[in-house]
């Protein structure tokens, strides 16, 4: 529960600005970033500047979106990585190294998203914190033993027992805790390709062991990224965001 207005005048004072990292290769392009892009015009700290990041290896296809005013949208050219697992745990390589060179000089936040869902509702500056974890949709009531951590002893991301398990699809903060945060996930993703292992899933599991350890400061509620095939939850009473229909057979061959 919150007053929205209390925490918009905060950053407006405040003066916060806040960058949108989305990353959208290959098939993705297509399937998602024209919902993502406009429905995030309509509910996505409206007030605040904000300016989105669209990270792709096709350039030229990033559509045209009409941006309300102090919102731009920049694009940067990625390389393709053949492997759909390393499309999605090398972003945390290309977020380290665009706050790096470009973000912290601009924003006190940034918020790093997946391309495959829709804002449906207010995803305001209540959302903005020092460290922001978004709880999972499909685990935030189950018992520990049930969440996926990686349970690989090899593998850097291996948890025996952790506390919540957090959805990758979304995380953010000040510039500097997504940097420490992109830059443990990268070392560890790397660590683990020296010993030939992969966690099991992938970046999200290094994202729970880092945040394991680095507690955020602000927990979201699954009101930020609602899998509506859950079906209807009483606690969920605003859907903020919704996932996107998944064709994996489509999009990952
Ligand atoms: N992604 C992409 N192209 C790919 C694979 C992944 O752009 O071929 C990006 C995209 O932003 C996507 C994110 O990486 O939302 C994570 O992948 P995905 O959504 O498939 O993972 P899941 O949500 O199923 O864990
Ligand atoms: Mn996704």
């Known amino acids: ?41 309509q509910h996505f700290m409206l007030g605040l500047p904000v300016t989105y990041y669209v990270f792709t290896d096709l350039p030229d296809r990033v559509p045209n979106i009409s941006l309300a005013p102090q919102r731009h949208l920049k694009v940067v050219p990625v390389v393709k990585h053949s492997r759909w697992q390393d499309v999605s745990m090398m972003r945390m390589k290309t977020i380290s190294d665009t706050i790096e060179s470009e973000l912290r000089h601009h924003f006190r936040y940034v918020f790093c998203f997946d391309v495959d869902q829709e804002f449906k509702g207010r995803f305001g500056s209540e959302a903005l914190g020092d460290s922001v974890a978004l709880l999972h949709a499909h685990f935030y ?33 000040t510039w500097a805790n997504v940097k420490h945060l992109a830059d443990a996930c990268y070392l560890n993703i790397m660590l683990d390709k020296q010993s030939n ?6 970046d999200e599991s290094h994202l729970n062991k880092y945040f394991l ?41």
């Open 141 to 173: 009531k189950s018992q520990e033993r049930k969440f996926t951590y990686d349970r690989n002893p090899k593998s850097k991301a291996f948890i025996a027992t952790g506390d919540f398990y957090y959805h990758a699809a979304i995380f953010g903060g």
């Open 213 to 253: 350890i680095h507690k955020p400061s602000r927990l979201l509620s699954p009101e930020y990224c609602w899998d509506l095939s859950i079906g209807h939850e009483p606690d969920i009473r605003i859907i903020r965001l919704k996932w996107a229909p998944k064709h994996y057979e489509k999009l990952r061959t």
């Open 197 to 202: 292992v992969e966690a099991l899933w992938h």
């Open 1 to 41: 529960m919150f007053d929205p207005q209390f925490f918009d005048q905060k950053h407006i004072q405040e003066n916060s600005t806040v960058a949108l990292t989305v990353f959208a290769v290959g098939r993705y392009l297509d399937a998602y970033l024209t919902t993502f892009l406009t429905s995030a015009e």
